[in-house]
């Protein structure tokens, strides 16, 4: 089991996010992908405040332990630059194109498969889903780690004291 010591300060953003930037949520306003991208900025930038030894990088990936952007990029990830790969996030405020990130986070994650464009991907040691709905009691999370959805193992699932477990209701 992976070092939950980045999913915890990645729930602390979360929190602070809901206590000091409360006009994001009430109601969602503008584009929604613009709302995301600057949720994932704010967060990051609380990450980074929180632990002075990591890197924290939106809207990029890494290549050959350089940052790339493309399309399929993470909203977040937490890591050392040419170094070590923490932690992996999609964040979505609304309840569609779930799937999508799960397979990507899936692909992160996953230690034997093939990684998403051919290229020298690194492997997170966890991967993170967060939904951050309009009411903070609605907030739903899964964590991956090796490909899998392991959100009700231990130690992971004491992060459902805070969260919903994220699913498609259809």
């Known amino acids: 089991m992976a070092d939950t010591k980045y999913l915890d300060t990645l729930v602390d953003s979360i929190r602070a996010i809901y206590r ?3 006009d994001y949520f009430s109601p969602m306003q503008g584009c929604e992908q613009a709302v995301q991208f600057r949720i994932a900025h704010r967060m990051a930038d609380q990450i980074e405040h929180q632990t002075k030894d990591i890197k924290v990088d939106c809207e990029a990936r890494k290549c050959n332990g350089y ?3 493309d399309k399929k990029r993470p909203d977040i990830i937490i890591h050392k630059r040419k170094s070590t790969d923490y932690l992996v996030v999609e964040i979505k405020c609304n309840k569609r ?3 999508n990130d ?4 899936v692909r992160f994650t996953h230690k034997n498969k093939p990684n998403l464009s051919g290229d020298n991907v690194p492997t997170y040691e966890l991967g993170a889903f967060v939904y951050l709905a309009d009411n903070e009691q609605d907030k739903a999370i899964r964590i991956y780690e090796n490909g899998k959805d392991v959100t009700n193992e231990y130690p992971y699932n004491k992060f459902l004291e805070d969260f919903k477990y994220a699913e498609i209701r259809r």
């Open 67 to 69: 940052i790339k952007v």
């Open 97 to 99: 194109n779930w799937n």
């Open 20 to 22: 000091e930037e409360k």
């Open 102 to 105: 799960f397979d990507k986070l």
